[in-house]
């Protein structure tokens, strides 16, 4: 029990390090690192990841230093699929919703100053229903494995999707390649991910692979 204890603390030290160590790189990164960053991102998804036509799609806006994603929003946008961000649960606060995001979206900011789009229920799209989730994360290993902010949003979001077998949304991490370190202490509730997208690679894991129509 003590031993047991002991090793968990011991791992949420470890992930409490790595997320203060990878946030700090990610945030010294310039403004034409990360503009270059942003149109490299966007030119990868566009080579590397085949959508069919009105492919609903959940993202995120950046923050914190994260790879800005509004170039491949605009250009998702472009060509007429439907983009989703997401949005805490007004009830449970401990789960994400996804809002339909356009161009004249009314936004407002959630608790950590990251904005969502005003929640109308006509336009919330079930997790299940989307077709692809590209995730924000604060760390990647070579496993596919992932660290997040610490909200563990995701993660109870995406509980069940392993559990009911879904076969979709396919779920693909975006990240800066300097995210990526050599190894991950990971917690049973940690969903892993199957694909990462960075501005110079996609990574794919076999193993965890969802769907593989990429
Ligand atoms: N499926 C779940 N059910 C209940 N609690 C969960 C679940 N997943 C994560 N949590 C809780 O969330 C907390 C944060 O989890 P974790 O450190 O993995 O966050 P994260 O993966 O960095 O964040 P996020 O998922 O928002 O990116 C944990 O302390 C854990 O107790
Ligand atoms: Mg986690």
């Not at 923050?63 to 472009?78: A, F, H, K, M, Y």
């Not at 336009?123 to 992932?146: H, T, W, Y």
């Not at 975006?174 to 690679?201: F, G, M, R, Y």
């Amino acid at each position: 029990m003590e031993k047991n204890s002991c090793s968990n603390s011991n791992k949420a030290h470890i992930r409490k390090e790595i997320r203060v160590e990878v946030r700090k790189r990610r945030k010294e990164l310039d403004e034409n690192f990360q503009s270059q960053a942003e149109s490299d991102l966007c030119m990868n998804f566009t080579q590397k990841i085949n959508l069919p036509k009105k492919t609903a799609i959940g993202i995120y806006l950046p923050n914190d230093g994260e790879v800005r994603t509004n170039l491949l929003i605009q250009s998702l946008w472009r060509k007429n699929h439907d983009v989703f961000l997401p949005v805490i649960h007004p009830f449970s606060g401990t789960h994400l919703l996804f809002q339909k995001y356009e161009e004249n979206s009314t936004m407002r900011e959630n608790r950590y100053a990251i904005l969502e789009p005003e929640l109308n229920c006509s336009e919330i799209c079930p997790v299940s229903q989307l077709d692809i989730l590209l995730m924000p994360l604060v760390a990647f290993d070579g496993k596919g494995n992932r660290l997040g902010m610490g909200g563990g949003y995701y993660d109870r979001t995406l509980a069940s999707y392993y559990a009911n077998g879904w076969s979709k949304p396919q779920l693909i991490g975006l990240a800066h390649d300097c995210q990526k370190v050599s190894q991950l202490p990971i917690e049973a509730w940690d969903v892993p991910l199957p694909a990462i997208l960075t501005p110079t690679n996609l990574y794919r894991w076999q193993g965890n692979e969802a769907n593989s129509d990429i």
